[in-house]
């Protein structure tokens, strides 16, 4: 009997640990709720409630009409889809029988999230930019303002959010040194005929565009709550962006875009 | 000679919609091996979406049913690399994001509040909201579509 209770515990403790690295890694409610259900019955649970909200799981396990229920306070640890492949793997496994559960929780406390290095990040995420205001009909001068402009400022966003900054306040400011130094270029600088498009463009990296569409699907798959709390979110960070860009644009008596 | 330049201007805009995909891809940190399916798929998404512009669907529809393709595309990839679609579709549309329309929105609705109540901000203002927000509706019901219709009862992976 005694030993059986602390299994039970232990497969609770797994899948709300499953399912709050699903959660802070920026994976969708029906994903979470999904990957947590599978893990409980691969590892021998008759069933598992899960109960999502914006910052906390709670979940039940159920065996033989007992139940034991726990809760996680979930904070966000940014968008990680390399953390959601593994947890991903890590379930198919133990559902083909791979793994037993001191398995899935050595592997579990040996997952580690991927990060890119920050000068590559800094690269990519400019090309990524100028390649925007190419598509938006910006011209190839655009685009190299825009490259200039959003690496700098992506560099800006890496230092702040490792120093763990709010996020608002990451954004506002980040927007701020973009729409400045792509406003100066244009409107002060050596690029007087470019379009403005550039200016655009060059805040493009802090479009909060996983949560948004984490947000539609959560709602659209019932999870109304959490789609709701996504949503909220993802509109204050496109506030606070525009914050900074309003701030940038006035402060240097630039026009915006057209 | 007007279908060689409409080729070339698609393979430029693929080829500019890939490198998005790739850098959002990288900031959503997908495993290193999926990140040249992202760009692909990037490609294929912006792709289609701008032969649908040009047949003269408007931008909502033309967004829904390029979401639609990259969403069966990645139900087929995810089966082999053992993932959630999501994993490649999701960077995949990034290039579709309606972000200036998001802003001009916000940006107005700023303005409103510091310049007073004016008819042409506010009409910038709700119709780039509208625009931005049908948008994202589109591109993630786009997405969740196939797996809702064609995978309904069992798993996807």
């Known amino acids: ?73 979930n904070n966000d640890h940014g968008i990680n889809m390399h953390m959601v492949t593994e947890v991903q793997h890590i379930v198919i496994m133990a559902e083909h ?92 600088g050596i690029f007087t005929n470019t379009s403005t498009i550039a200016i655009a463009s060059s805040v493009l990296l ?46 240097w008596g630039l026009n915006g875009w057209q | 000679m007007a279908i060689i330049e409409f080729i070339l201007a698609l393979i430029q805009d693929m080829v500019l919609a890939a490198i998005p995909a790739l850098g959002f891809a990288m900031v959503f ?18 792709g289609s979406r701008m032969i649908l512009l040009k047949l003269g669907l408007s931008i909502e529809t033309g967004t829904f049913l390029s979401a639609i393709l990259v969403g069966v595309i990645g139900i087929q990839w995810s089966r082999w690399y053992l993932a959630h679609p999501k994993i490649f579709t999701v960077a995949a549309v990034i290039p579709m994001f309606p972000g200036i329309y998001a802003y001009t929105s916000m940006i107005s609705i700023v303005k409103l509040s510091q310049s007073g109540y004016s008819e042409p901000l506010f009409i910038e203002a709700v119709m780039n909201f509208l625009k931005a927000s049908y948008i994202v509706g589109a591109l993630s019901i786009g997405l969740s579509l196939p797996a809702l219709w064609l995978y309904r009862k069992r798993p996807r992976v």
């Not at chain 1, 966003?157 to 120093?163: A, I």
């Not at chain 1, 569409?213 to 949503?231: E, S």
């Open chain 1, 1 to 73: 009997m005694q030993t059986e209770t602390s299994h039970h515990h232990e497969i609770t403790r797994l899948c709300i640990q499953c399912a709050i690295f699903l959660l802070q890694h920026g994976a969708e409610s029906a994903l979470v709720e999904e990957l947590a259900t599978r893990l409980g019955k691969a590892l021998g649970m008759d069933s598992i409630e899960i109960s999502i909200s914006a910052n906390s799981i709670v979940l039940s396990a159920i065996k033989n009409n007992h139940c034991i229920t726990t809760t996680r306070k």
């Open chain 1, 97 to 188: 029988k791979l793994l037993d559960h001191k398995d899935v929780l050595k592997r579990f406390s040996h997952l580690k999230p991927l990060r890119y290095p920050r000068w590559l990040m800094v690269l990519i995420v400019g090309l990524s930019c100028a390649s925007f205001c190419k598509l938006n009909a910006g011209g190839w001068d655009g685009a190299l303002v825009t490259f200039i402009a959003s690496a700098v400022a992506m560099y800006v966003r890496l230092l702040l959010t490792q120093r763990r900054l709010h996020p608002q306040i990451t954004f506002a400011i980040t927007a701020f040194i973009a729409t400045s130094v792509s406003g100066l270029l244009i409107g002060k």
């Open chain 1, 206 to 251: 802090l479009v909060p565009g996983f949560p948004l569409i984490n947000a539609v699907a959560d709602m659209f798959k019932g999870h109304v709550n959490t789609g709701l709390a996504r949503w909220t979110m993802a509109s204050l960070l496109t506030l606070a962006t525009c914050i900074g860009i309003v701030t940038a644009l006035s402060l």
């Open chain 2, 29 to 46: 940190n997908v495993p290193a091996r999926a990140l040249p399916y992202c760009a692909l798929l990037g490609a294929i998404g912006h």
